[in-house]
């Protein structure tokens, strides 16, 4: 993934482990101070959302069921992003640029 600010093209990939523990779509680049957004590829929010609704299915399922094994599985399921989204970004995504300008630029 290409972590350079879209706006004065500083690297922010430093930053990454940063942003994990406090996540916002808006951030201020250190270099610029200019405001930029993250900029998700569909196919991240495709694995999110369809974890989250499997999983949301699943123990839906396990209370209805009364079986707490399937509740075991939803919670597999739900964490299954944290495991298959750093390889979408390494296999697929290395070109994609993590920010975007405030006006939609992803390239200043």
Same mark, same amino acid.
């Given at each position: 993934m290409d972590y350079r600010c879209p706006v004065c093209h500083a690297e922010l990939g430093r930053?990454?482990?940063?942003?994990?523990? #406090? $996540?916002?779509?808006?951030?201020?680049?250190?270099?610029?101070?200019?405001? #930029? %957004?993250? %900029?998700? %590829?569909?196919?991240?929010a $495709?694995?999110?959302?369809? $974890?989250?609704? #499997?999983a949301l299915a699943i123990a839906g399922a396990a209370y209805w069921l009364q079986n707490p094994t399937w509740l075991l599985v939803a919670i597999g399921v739900a964490m299954l992003p944290a495991l298959v989204l750093p390889l979408v970004?390494?296999?697929?995504?290395?070109?994609?640029?993590?920010?975007a300008s405030r006006d939609g630029r992803v390239d200043g």
């Open positions: 930053r990454k482990y940063a942003q994990a523990v #406090i $996540a916002r779509m808006e951030i201020d680049c250190s270099h610029c101070h200019q405001t #930029i %957004h993250l %900029h998700v %590829h569909p196919v991240e $495709a694995v999110s959302y369809g $974890a989250f609704g #499997i970004e390494r296999v697929m995504l290395r070109d994609w640029p993590r920010y």
